[in-house]
Nanobody, 118 residues
Framework: QVQLVESGGGLVQPGGSLRLSCVAS????????MGWYRQAPGKQRELVAL?????KINYLHRVEGRFTAARYKSTLYLQMTSLKPEDTAVYFC??????????????WGQGTQVTVSS
């Protein structure tokens, strides 16, 4: 089992910056990928950034050049700059990991609200 705890959301003006953190605990050695998703009101959840086990990072096209994802040991970060009102959403941390029986499972954080508004 892998548990996730997020922090770092809040209210920021357009053009501002925020950094989200996600601390993983439990069987972190079984993690194969870590990522950030977001869900705006009335919209589907979308992938923002994904870090594979090999370290490759894929970004949602709309955030490329503005957001940077990084992983250090058991913590996943999302540095967000030049924020826009359309970035307003609840941001979720997600991991994929192997169970004891080698099934691929996923775990979600509780979500953290990011609001970009003047």
């Amino acid at each position: 089992q892998v548990q996730l705890v997020e922090s770092g959301g809040g209210l920021v003006q357009p053009g501002g910056s925020l950094r989200l953190s996600c601390v993983a605990s439990g069987n972190i050695s079984s993690i194969t990928a870590m990522g950030w998703y977001r869900q705006a009101p009335g919209k589907q959840r979308e992938l923002v950034a994904l870090i594979t086990h090999g370290g490759k990072i894929n970004y949602l096209h709309r955030v490329e050049g503005r957001f940077t994802a990084a992983r250090y040991k058991s913590t996943l970060y999302l540095q967000m700059t030049s924020l826009k009102p359309e970035d307003t959403a609840v941001y979720f941390c997600n991991v994929e990991y192997y169970s004891d029986t080698l099934d691929i499972l996923t775990s979600w954080g509780q979500g953290t609200q990011v609001t970009v508004s003047s």
